[in-house]
């Protein structure tokens, strides 16, 4: 009879000590009533001894016993650090059911934003309205495999999880005025002014809006100037000086220009770090797109390496 080698076996018992050691503090922690019965105030007590968040969701999905908890017990373990992918996995063995002896392995998302996803579904939102909350975030969502099994485990509606994978190419219906924004004042901030090239070039679309987002569903635009100059762009928040910014036109990854009925008027500007950035032409609403369109064709003209997309 054959016999595993040593190496193998020494790596299987490594790999189970983090949930021997939790089972171990669990064993002189435990406050259930029911021996052998997992509850909230275990896992916190094994929090704060150490244990951490993989072997924590290990230990509720093989415990034949899971104590039932309230909305005072949730908040307890979020006050205690606890993080939302335990508290979740501890839902999913909720109500009580009969143990199985083939757990299902609960995924972690690569992006953490997909738990907040998950505890809008489950406070009761309608779906379209969580759909307009992915479609109002700034930062797009671009789920990988374990994200996308995080959500299905987690019985997130497939429209949801559609509007997850479309989020980079999803252009918000942001409740604006009716009426045209006046021209935005003209300002200087000290010490945020371009510098000139060496040919003493300075290209500035303006007047623009900036639209990102604020907090929850909201999405705040504001006026300013966008500046091409000395290899830079360079934002000038003419109603906020402080979101004013810059970076430079090198770390440009991808350029959307947003279109609808023949129409275009957004400009968005995706970075290699993950960056976006949503532009209008002030008067956007009457049908101005001016200055978008002239910015669009000066970054085509100057980056041959920067992928350029249309979205109709």
């Not at 335990?86 to 934003?113: C, F, H, M």
């Not at 999803?170 to 060496?198: C, K, M, N």
């Amino acid at each position: 009879m054959s016999r595993a080698p040593l190496g193998a076996i020494y790596n299987v018992f490594m790999r189970r000590i983090p949930l021997l050691i939790a089972v171990v503090c669990l064993m002189g922690l435990s406050t259930s009533a029911s021996a052998g019965e997992l509850t909230g105030a275990d896992i916190v007590r094994a929090h704060e001894a150490g244990v951490s968040t993989q072997t924590l969701i290990q230990l509720i999905e093989t415990t034949p016993g899971i104590a039932e908890i309230d909305n005072a017990d949730e908040n307890a373990m979020r006050v205690a650090g606890v993080s939302e992918l335990v508290i979740t996995a501890y839902r999913n063995r909720l109500p009580s059911q009969p143990y199985t002896e083939q757990p299902t392995n609960t995924a972690i998302p690569d992006d953490n934003r997909l738990v907040d996803i998950v505890r809008l579904v489950r406070s009761g939102l309608a779906n379209d309205i969580v759909v307009e909350h992915v479609n109002r975030t700034e930062e797009p969502f671009q789920p990988t495999a374990d994200d996308l099994i995080y959500l299905k485990q987690q019985q997130v509606p497939e429209s949801i999880i559609k509007a997850l994978l479309g989020s980079l190419e999803a252009a918000p219906a942001l409740g604006l005025p009716e009426s045209a924004p006046a021209d935005p004042p003209e300002r200087v901030e000290a010490g945020f002014q371009p510098t000139p090239t060496p040919s003493g070039e300075i290209l500035t679309f303006s007047p623009l809006l900036r639209f990102s987002k604020t907090a929850g569903l909201i999405t705040k635009a504001t006026d300013g100037r966008l500046i091409l100059v000395g290899g830079k762009v360079q934002w000038i928040d003419e109603e906020k000086p402080k979101l004013s910014f810059e970076f430079f036109d090198s770390v440009l990854k991808k350029v959307f220009l947003k279109c609808e009925a023949a129409n275009c008027f957004e400009i968005r500007i995706k970075t290699v770090h993950g960056d976006n950035y949503r532009f209008r032409d002030a008067d956007w609403k009457v049908g101005g797109n001016t200055q978008i369109l002239a910015l669009w064709e000066r970054l085509k003209s100057c980056h041959t390496k920067v992928e350029f997309e249309r979205k109709d």
